[in-house]
């Protein structure tokens, strides 16, 4: 049974619960102890990747290093939609910035995909690790929610093979609004490549059951019509 007590100010991310002492990391621990300054007895909001949060308090484990005591349920914010957004990979720091926005804006998804004009094709795990933490750095933040998942470098094709109540490409011809989306509904959003998609993606996105989504009058570059689109359709609903 949730509660209504205002969650607290500070927020951890937790990758694995144990209950009802869960140890921190030495990441964590710097972060909470140096960064923050909190000492035992403080409480914080600790939430994970499927929702789930919790009051937590800071205390000592036997080895008297910095754990959490997890307390009272707290729900976070549900989103309008369960969103999957899938772009190319943008260049240097502006797939760091797509991805911390979408995070903030409470994506459910970020799909990558290989466009034909893409310019990133495979990403390094080093990136990979930094877009990871990003999300849970920009979920802490917001308390959007859960951090998004990150997925991909993935063919357009298997793209569009995911289950979706709902499709959307992004395209700048598009001249009408879709209609309403119903609340908790499941909706990819299609992005394509600064170089615009090939007539062979759009083909396959219009087949696959894509609608066409106008989003500026401008012409934007894929990060931004991705925070333009995904904030355009959660506000549909």
């Known amino acids: 049974m949730t509660t209504t007590i205002n969650p607290p100010k500070h927020r951890l991310f937790i990758e694995t619960w144990a209950e009802p002492i869960t140890p921190l990391s030495p990441e964590q621990n710097h972060y909470l102890s140096h960064v923050l300054r909190l000492?035992?007895?403080?409480?914080?909001?600790?939430?994970?990747?499927?929702?789930?949060?919790?009051?937590?308090?800071?205390?000592?484990?036997?080895?008297?290093?910095?754990?959490?005591?997890?307390?009272?349920?707290?729900?976070?914010?549900?989103?309008?939609?369960?969103?999957?957004v899938a772009l190319p990979i943008p260049k240097g720091e502006r797939a760091d910035w797509a991805v911390e926005k979408l995070s903030e804006l409470g994506v459910h998804e970020i799909i990558w995909w290989n466009a034909a004009r893409s310019v990133m094709k495979e990403p390094g795990t080093q990136k990979q690790e930094r877009w990871k933490r990003l999300t849970q750095s920009a979920?802490?933040?917001?308390?959007?929610?859960?951090?998004?998942?990150?997925?991909?470098?993935?063919?357009?094709?298997?793209?569009?093979?995911?289950?979706?109540?709902?499709?959307f490409i992004a395209l700048p011809s598009a001249s009408t609004a879709p209609m309403e989306i119903s609340k908790g509904k499941s909706v990819l959003l299609?992005?394509?490549?600064?170089?615009?998609?090939?007539?062979?993606?759009?083909?396959?996105?219009?087949?696959?059951?894509?609608?066409?989504?106008w989003l500026s009058t401008s012409i934007l570059r894929m990060e931004t019509a991705a925070i333009v689109g995904a904030s355009h359709l959660q506000n549909m609903v």
Do not use: M, W
């Open 139 to 167: 979920a802490r933040q917001s308390l959007a929610g859960p951090p998004p998942h990150l997925s991909g470098p993935h063919q357009l094709d298997l793209v569009l093979q995911g289950a979706y109540d709902a499709r």
């Open 39 to 84: 000492k035992v007895g403080h409480e914080i909001l600790a939430f994970d990747a499927h929702g789930r949060a919790h009051l937590a308090c800071l205390i000592h484990d036997d080895n008297q290093a910095l754990a959490i005591k997890i307390g009272t349920p707290l729900p976070l914010p549900e989103q309008p939609l369960r969103l999957h």
């Open 190 to 213: 299609l992005i394509g490549p600064e170089g615009g998609f090939s007539p062979a993606e759009e083909e396959n996105a219009r087949n696959a059951g894509c609608q066409p989504l």
